[in-house]
């Protein structure tokens, strides 16, 4: 059976979207990685116009329950600051997706998925 993945999309604001990585060209850019490592995406979250200082963002919410009712085996991010800005966020999210054993993949961090 092939394995479920989430793409996950963050931005904070319009000029981010325009000047950065637009949540469509992140959508692309991880969509590309996660069907080349052989996964099936089965929905694409998106967080627009929200910070990264918080874990408390409808589409983390989403992601969140996805991994805790075992519909998804992956998650797919271009970085990792668009899970979260800080160091203690990003390592409750780390230990959180592993305790759940869903893979986390940062497309433009090879090495520190």
Known sequence: MQK???IYCRVSTDK???DGLS???QERVCSDTA???GFRIIK???DGGVS???LNRPGMEELKKLAENKVIDAVYMV???RQARDLMGHLEMRKFFK???VKQSFVFMPGID
Do not use: C, F, W, Y
């Open 23 to 25: 949540l469509d060209a």
């Open 4 to 6: 479920k993945a989430v």
């Open 16 to 18: 981010q979207v325009e």
């Open 35 to 37: 069907i080349k490592d």
């Open 44 to 46: 694409v979250i998106k």
């Open 79 to 81: 970085h990792s600051d």
């Open 99 to 101: 305790e759940r054993n």
């Open 52 to 54: 990264g200082g918080t």
